[in-house]
């Protein structure tokens, strides 16, 4: 079983659509969660970030972790065509004497007009 | 403040070839790590430097190998390639190993022939 898993998608929505991005993890001992986005040929960009359970808001982003049931999701409101990208997420934690980052295999988003 | 530099962006080798990559850190980050981005197994982690020294080290042959220099700037060595090499290079860096969020590179699109 692999430590974090991702649906590849890809998922396809129109825009002004509500995206729902989603992944689970096994590793209890993750404490931070992160999400990355990346477009075509770019490296990928620090999206949000969370250490706790609950919900974290920025703009039309919004980060929800439920550690009870390992379980992170990436919610964009009013989603638009420059939001069509790769969506990565990342739990790490403090394990095996290294802070560790292990990421999801992405979602592909394409958002149309 | 400038984002972590990556070169050359775009390379060709053939089988059998060494190959060297550079990047450079933000200005003060002090933590260097490398991953490997490939289709099939997404981003895997190769290893990380800190002051100098590799602390940790994915699940790669020994063919993989980088250093750090004084400044944080960083090198990965890959020698006699194999077709499956054939990947995109991504670099990240953090101001220190407590440090949970990584800022990454635009990569290095490796391709052998």
């Known amino acids: 079983q692999k430590e974090v898993e991702q649906d590849p998608g890809p998922l396809s929505v129109p825009e002004g659509a509500i995206v729902s991005l989603n992944c689970t993890y096994s590793n209890s001992a993750f404490q931070y969660f992160m999400w990355y986005r990346q477009y075509s040929r770019k490296g990928p960009e620090l999206l949000m970030y969370?250490?706790?359970?609950g919900n974290k808001e920025d703009g039309r982003f919004t980060a929800q972790v439920d550690k009870s049931s390992k379980y992170i999701s990436l919610f964009i409101r009013d989603s638009q065509p420059s939001d069509s990208a790769t969506y990565l997420c990342?739990?790490?934690?403090?394990?095996?004497?290294?802070?560790?980052?292990?990421f999801g295999a992405g979602t592909r988003l394409a958002v149309h007009p | 403040k400038a984002g972590v530099t990556q070169t050359p962006r775009y390379l060709i080798k053939t089988r059998g070839q060494q190959v060297t990559l550079s990047c450079s850190p933000i200005?003060?980050?002090?933590?260097v790590s490398w991953y490997q981005q490939t289709p099939g197994q997404g981003l895997q982690f190769l290893f990380e430097y800190f002051s100098e020294t590799q602390r940790n080290k994915g699940n790669f042959p020994g063919r993989f190998s980088g250093r750090q220099f004084s400044n944080s700037r960083s090198e990965m060595n890959v020698s006699t390639l194999e077709l499956g090499d054939s990947a995109l290079y991504l670099c990240?860096?953090?101001?220190?190993?407590?440090?949970?969020?990584?800022?990454f590179g635009p990569g290095t699109r490796l391709t052998v022939t």
């Open positions: 990240a860096s953090r101001p220190d190993r407590a440090t949970y969020e990584q800022y």
């Open positions: 200005s003060g980050h002090r933590s």
């Open positions: 969370t250490y706790s359970s």
């Open positions: 990342a739990p790490g934690g403090f394990s095996g004497g290294y802070n560790k980052l292990i």
